[in-house]
């Protein structure tokens, strides 16, 4: 009886906020359940109605669920999503096989299904989930194109359920027996049913996520160690362009040294000219006023012994004749 009333309560809860906030957040919903205040898990329902000859959608619908478990027992739905052609319910014949813009709805119908296949998963496989939601609002309904088991496919593959093979792989599965395959494949109490085709696809989507990763990683690598090869190179120019300018300037240094010691030595040499030339001009006017000197005092000695001689009677009316000493030049 309580398992009726939680799911007659969670039914409620999905008519509820289909009319009011379709995409409402599990944790407003739970305003709704005052005791609901310690925890809940993420869940997600695929359900599907079977195709029907009675008026509504003739090839059935497949549809997710997507709500949260709560530790007291009770189950709120707050997103239900299907994906429609965007023109409207009111497709009939041959409009319906139309590639036309997609959207993502929900109708009171979606409270009925045929066959549920429910399981917990993770926060991030909830996140997951959504962005699919969101994304196929963008996309183009057709339906031997892309159609609402497309969608519940997609949703399926991506968090990592066995997913029925199909031979046109289209989405073209009948709403109702993609559900129920899909929930064979995956239930822990069915045997595993695995087609070879099923297990070559999944070995070689792995193979090629593995060579993916392989690659993305020799890039790495060789991006890296091109990094390193280009960073040592510049390193070795700068120490390179370093040494060269420290021996230009050492270069430099020297020259101006030795500039220098020419330039001093070439002032001392410039000195030692002008000292020797001041030396031989004062040594010449020395000489000359020696020489000066010398002749007077000879002219002197010549005047002095005339004088002597013609005291003594020489070159006078004595007859004599008077010779002076020679004169010579400075001893």
């Given at each position: 009886?309580?398992?009726?009333?939680?799911?007659i309560?969670?039914?409620?809860?999905?008519?509820?906020?289909?009319c009011?906030?379709?995409?409402?957040?599990?944790?407003?919903?739970?305003l709704?359940?005052?005791?609901?205040?310690?925890?809940?898990?993420?869940?997600?329902?695929?359900?599907?109605?079977?195709?029907?000859?009675?008026?509504?959608?003739?090839?059935?619908?497949?549809?997710?669920?997507?709500?949260?478990?709560?530790?007291?027992?009770?189950?709120?739905?707050?997103?239900?999503?299907?994906?429609?052609?965007?023109?409207?319910?009111?497709?009939?014949g041959?409009?319906?096989?139309?590639?036309?813009?997609?959207?993502?709805?929900?109708?009171?119908?979606?409270?009925?299904?045929?066959?549920?296949?429910?399981?917990?998963?993770?926060?991030?496989?909830?996140?997951k989930?959504?962005?699919?939601?969101?994304?196929?609002?963008?996309?183009?309904?057709?339906?031997?194109y892309?159609?609402?088991?497309?969608?519940?496919?997609?949703?399926?593959?991506?968090?990592?359920?066995?997913?029925?093979?199909?031979?046109?792989?289209?989405?073209?599965?009948?709403p109702?027996?993609?559900?129920?395959?899909?929930?064979?494949?995956?239930?822990?109490?069915?045997?595993?049913?695995?087609?070879?085709?099923?297990?070559?696809?999944?070995?070689?989507?792995?193979?090629?996520?593995d060579?993916?990763?392989?690659?993305?990683?020799?890039?790495?690598?060789e991006?890296?160690?091109?990094?390193?090869?280009?960073?040592?190179?510049?390193?070795?120019?700068?120490?390179?362009?370093?040494?060269?300018?420290?021996?230009?300037?050492?270069?430099?240094?020297?020259?101006?040294?030795?500039q220098?010691q020419?330039?001093?030595?070439?002032?001392q040499?410039?000195?030692?000219?002008?000292?020797?030339?001041?030396?031989?001009?004062?040594?010449?006017?020395?000489?000359?006023?020696?020489?000066?000197?010398?002749?007077?005092?000879?002219?002197?000695?010549?005047?002095?012994?005339?004088?002597a001689?013609?005291?003594?009677?020489?070159g006078?009316?004595?007859?004599?004749?008077?010779?002076?000493?020679?004169v010579?030049?400075?001893?």
């Open positions: 009886m309580s398992d009726i009333s939680s799911w309560r969670s039914v409620a809860c999905v008519v509820l906020y289909s009011m906030i379709p995409f409402a957040s599990a944790e407003d919903v739970q709704l359940f005052p005791d609901n205040n310690v925890s809940s898990k993420p869940i997600i329902e695929f359900r599907a109605r079977d195709a029907k000859l009675d008026g509504g959608q003739i090839g059935g619908h497949a549809f997710v669920f997507l709500g949260r478990e709560y530790d007291n027992g009770n189950t709120v739905f707050d997103v239900a999503a299907g994906f429609f052609p965007k023109v409207g319910e009111g497709l009939v041959l409009k319906r096989f139309a590639i036309t813009p997609g959207k993502v709805d929900y109708t009171i119908l979606d409270i009925h299904s045929d066959v549920i296949f429910r399981l917990n998963i993770s926060t991030s496989q909830e996140e989930v959504k962005e699919i939601i969101k994304k196929y609002n963008e996309k183009d309904f057709g339906a031997f892309r159609n609402c088991v497309t969608m519940t496919k997609e949703i399926a593959d991506a968090l990592g359920l066995v997913v029925p093979f199909s031979a046109l792989d289209f989405g073209q599965e009948m109702g027996v993609f559900i129920r395959q899909l929930k064979g494949n995956n239930d822990q109490d069915a045997p595993l049913r695995f087609e070879k085709k099923q297990i070559d696809d999944a070995l070689e989507r792995q193979r090629k996520l060579g993916a990763a392989a690659e993305k990683k020799r890039k790495e690598a991006l890296a160690a091109a990094a390193a090869f280009f960073a040592q190179q510049r390193f070795l120019a700068e120490q390179e362009q370093a040494r060269a300018a420290a021996a230009q300037a050492q270069a430099a240094a020297q020259a101006k040294a030795m220098e020419r330039e001093q030595l070439a002032a040499q410039q000195l030692l000219r002008t000292q020797e030339e001041a030396a031989r001009k004062a040594a010449a006017e020395q000489e000359a006023v020696r020489q000066a000197a010398f002749v007077a005092e000879q002219r002197k000695r010549i005047e002095a012994e005339r004088a001689a013609a005291a003594k009677g020489y006078g009316n004595g007859g004599g004749t008077f010779t002076p000493a020679p010579f030049g400075p001893p």
